[in-house]
């Protein structure tokens, strides 16, 4: 490992992740990894880089890098400003940085979560076979944090995504969800409500997204057995309003599960910031955990 990128200033949150840690769900450990698959991985295809390097995420940007070593580098993700010794550069377009050489990660305008990736990954000790960091485990980046990479064959060419083909990042979204296990323990209004009414994005973090809207009421108050989560299902607590579970998540929950997400648009809802609107469309009657 070498020494690429120290942290000048630190933004909102940003942790190190790769693909995931498979395997440790039965022992109560999340899978973690990205928040949008499909920036992460359009990262490393720009970069030509294996599937499962790692990638730094930051939310809402905010962070300030200076540069140790030479490396290459992509930014993906939300649409945000991003400055190279002041001078503005281009999103999911590779660039150079060089010692000394300062880039900032400004607003974001559009999206919320931003990937980071040098040529070859960053590197950092493994835990349980993944570099993805969980904050009960991993340790977090602040202020003076050193980002380490590796010597990597370097890229003769600039590489890229042209704009059609980079992910929109919109205000109002629509996803596809399968009904929960307890889906049909809500009153038949509420049901209408859910898959009718548009919910509001009110705040969270990688372990879930806060929504607010029509109140989901159970037809009748019972003890429910708790059942097995994943990134991208929807609980309701008690106060009926719905909570989306994300990459950090839990792995067993005790609210009633009224649906679950498709994987291929949770992209979309991690890409959520505050005030936008998400409604859900049922895909098939295929009851999903």
């Known amino acids: 490992m070498k020494p690429l990128l120290i942290v000048k200033k630190q933004g909102v949150y ?23 698959k499909v920036s992460f991985q359009a990262a490393h295809y720009i970069l030509n880089n294996e599937k499962n390097q790692t990638t730094f995420e930051m939310f809402i940007g905010g962070f300030e890098f200076e540069a140790i070593d030479d490396g290459i580098y992509v930014l993906t993700g939300a649409k945000c400003r991003c400055l190279l010794n002041g001078v503005p550069i281009e999103m999911w377009k590779t660039f150079q940085l060089t010692k000394g050489d300062v880039l900032s990660i400004k607003s974001v305008s559009h999206g919320s979560v931003v990937y980071l990736t040098p ?38 060419y600039t590489r890229g995504l042209y704009a059609p083909f980079r992910p929109i990042f919109k205000s ?11 889906f049909e323990l809500f009153t038949e209004e509420s049901q209408q409500q859910f898959l009718q009414v548009a919910f509001q994005f009110s705040g969270g973090n990688r372990m879930g997204y806060y929504l607010k809207g029509s109140i989901l009421k159970l037809k009748k108050m019972k003890d429910i057995f ?38 291929e648009d949770l992209h979309k809802v991690a ?8 409604k859900f469309v049922l895909m098939e009657e295929d009851v999903c955990p």
Do not use: W
């Open 14 to 36: 940003g942790s190190l992740q790769d693909k995931g840690r498979y395997g440790y769900r039965e022992y109560g450990i999340p899978l973690s990894g990205p928040m949008d």
């Open 119 to 156: 040529k070859g990954g960053f590197q950092i000790e493994p835990i349980l076979g993944s570099s993805s960091c969980f904050p009960l485990v991993g340790e977090a980046i602040n202020e003076g944090s050193i980002l380490y990479g590796k010597n990597a064959e370097p890229l003769h």
């Open 172 to 182: 109002d979204i629509t996803v596809r969800i399968f009904k929960g296990p307890h």
């Open 226 to 263: 708790s059942e097995a989560t994943q990134f991208g299902t929807i609980q309701v607590p008690q106060n009926g309003e719905p909570i989306i579970l994300m990459a950090d998540a839990q792995t067993v929950g005790g609210y009633p599960i009224i649906a679950t997400i498709h994987e």
């Open 271 to 278: 890409q959520m910031r505050m005030f936008n609107t998400i």
